[in-house]
């Protein structure tokens, strides 16, 4: 009896050595993936849902702005905030007081980051750079997905 | 003989792996799954239409789109250059290519879609104004690309 035990104790010495070869392959096949999508851009946003960019030829890494998003049903989103609908007509006002109060804290920046969805008519384009335009917005940066 | 014995010596992982974990960590903070890109445009132009009384006529390129074709119109009384289909992009490219080879110094367009056009098909416009592509290699067209609106 008392032998068994040593005879297990001996045993159970012999592999506490974990192999980890195979999770370090792992890991470092991952790192590639990752390092490949690395995007160096300080653009940060986050989609809204029914909204699908479209594709573009452009390469030139976008900034961190105020950023307008309209999705297939024309609702009107201010930094990821639903402020209402183009179809109300009280949207484009509220809009523009958004903007203004943003554009006051930081008068400096006078960029806007403009996130349509592929379909939006050009009427609505129009509307949301004219209302930054009058606001103080001087310049627009129309959001994009890189084809390949 | 005394038969000498190969010690295996295993190479200890574990800092590395340390090191590799902490990595994958920021880059999956920082990573985004879809590339994003720009396309800046300047505050869109305003014009009205009784106001063409300028003395010299520059190139003053202007693309004008509705929902089936692209205009080329050129010079301060626009006239029509060209009207493409959708479709035909490429012409559309190659004779933007031959405007600005014999005006090299232009590099403005204004656009003027009309308000049922979709942002697909301006943001395609726009692709094909801006770059040309030479042997692989991107060349800038007509850069500056500006959105007219007209009262």
Do not use: C, W
Not at chain 1, 39 to 64: F, H, W, Y
Not at chain 2, 100 to 105: G, Q, S
């Amino acid at each position: 009896m008392k032998r068994m035990f040593f005879n297990k104790k001996r045993y159970a010495k012999e592999n506490s050595e974990l192999d980890i070869t195979s999770l370090l392959d792992v890991l470092v096949i991952l790192l590639v993936f990752l390092l490949k999508s690395y995007n160096a851009s300080d653009l940060k946003l986050d989609l809204v849902k029914n909204l699908t960019l479209p594709d573009s030829e452009q390469r030139k890494l976008g900034s961190q702005n105020i950023v307008v998003q309209i999705d297939k049903n024309q609702s009107v989103f201010v930094d990821n905030q639903l402020i209402g609908s183009f179809s109300q007509g009280s949207t484009q006002t509220k809009l523009m007081e958004i903007l203004k109060n943003d554009e006051e804290q930081k008068p400096t920046k006078k960029v806007i980051n403009l996130v349509f969805d592929q379909d939006t008519p050009y009427s609505i384009i129009q509307q949301v750079m004219n209302s930054s335009s009058q606001v103080g917005y001087s310049q627009f940066k129309f959001i994009v997905k890189g084809n390949y | 003989m005394k038969k000498i014995k190969k010690k295996t010596s295993k190479l200890n992982l574990i800092p590395i792996l340390d090191a590799i974990f902490i990595f994958i960590f920021f880059l999956l903070m920082s990573a985004q799954f879809i590339d994003m890109y720009e396309i800046g445009t300047d505050k869109p132009i305003t014009s009205t239409l009784s106001n063409n009384d300028n003395k010299k006529d520059p190139l003053n390129l202007t693309i004008k789109m509705n929902k089936t074709a692209i205009s080329i119109f050129l010079g301060m009384t626009p006239k029509l250059y060209k009207s493409y289909s959708y479709q035909e992009l490429n012409e559309y490219r190659t004779d933007l290519q031959k405007i600005k080879a014999k005006h090299p110094k232009e590099t403005s367009a204004i656009l003027k879609p009309t308000t049922n056009v979709s942002y697909k098909k301006i943001v395609n416009v726009i692709d094909y104004t801006k770059e040309q592509s030479i042997n692989g290699r991107k060349v800038a067209l007509f850069e500056q690309v500006i959105f007219n609106t007209e009262l």
